[in-house]
């Protein structure tokens, strides 16, 4: 029996071992992209897969209501509280709504203007997600909600989109930052021609990232990320194995 239930442990452990194992090479893989795309580029032609950053041209907005802004960033997040809501006024921040919207954008190079492909950023946030949210998509890093405003029945929003009844019982509040002409903007991805234009766009073989800043804070919080995995996966392989060889029959207790 007892090493029926040391087997029992021994695969239990290794399975979540695998399990964080599995995100860290998946965090790795991150770690890769990040790296190429967080490059200085001194030539563009078709067909490269490159990285164009540099200063913002917005040659048409994302929408009227969104004044100069060249992309609008935005969830609609619920605080609400923990457990059973008797945990001594600990909440917890939960997206009931977001999505981003794109207008006609270009980007100033040392190597010349390129033309950011708009369809391609909107569907970064992927369609049938059932909460998007701009700030928790893996090939989205974005700044920092800027404009944080808390509703309330009645409120008025630069975004076409229905909150439904405002819960009275739990804070409600739009947050959303916006690319406007001047601001920094990096995009990674491949160089097509269309046109007679430069234009940086999407595919199915080639990573696509979009950041309105530097990339080394991305970079270094997924370095964490590895690290943290690939020592929980590490730790719970030895207990794997010491539950398989036996080693807990000697741990006595009592």
């Known amino acids: 029996m007892d090493t029926v239930i040391g087997y029992a442990f021994g695969l239990f452990f290794l399975a ?20 190429a795309a967080n490059t200085t580029v001194t030539s563009l032609a078709p067909e490269m897969v490159s990285t164009v950053s540099g200063t913002v041209r917005v040659d048409a907005p994302a929408a009227d209501e969104h004044g100069d802004a060249g992309i609008l960033a935005w969830r609609i997040r619920e605080r609400r509280p923990k457990g059973s809501g008797r945990s001594g006024g600990r909440f917890s921040w939960s997206t009931t709504d ?56 009645g409120s008025e929003l630069p975004v076409a989109v229905s909150t439904g009844p405002v819960s009275t019982e739990n804070r409600t509040q739009f947050e959303a930052t916006t690319v406007e002409d001047g601001d920094q903007l990096l995009v990674h991805g491949r160089i097509i021609e269309e046109n007679d234009r430069l234009v940086v766009t999407r595919t199915d073989d080639d990573p696509f990232i979009v950041s309105d800043g530097p990339l080394e804070q991305p970079i270094a919080d997924v370095r964490i990320r590895i690290a943290t995995s690939a020592l929980f996966s590490a730790v719970l392989f030895a207990f794997a194995l010491a539950a398989i060889g036996g080693l807990f029959d000697t741990v006595t207790i009592g």
């Open 16 to 35: 979540i071992s695998a399990y964080f194992g599995r995100r860290a090479w998946l965090y790795i893989g991150q770690h890769r992209i990040l790296a």
């Open 98 to 153: 977001g999505g981003i919207d794109v207008g006609a954008l270009t980007i100033d190079t040392d190597a010349g203007p390129v033309t950011v492909d708009a369809e391609a950023v909107r569907g970064l946030l992927a369609a049938g997600v059932s909460t998007p949210d701009p700030w928790n998509v893996p090939a989205l890093y974005l700044r920092k909600p800027e404009r944080i405003e808390r509703l309330d029945e």
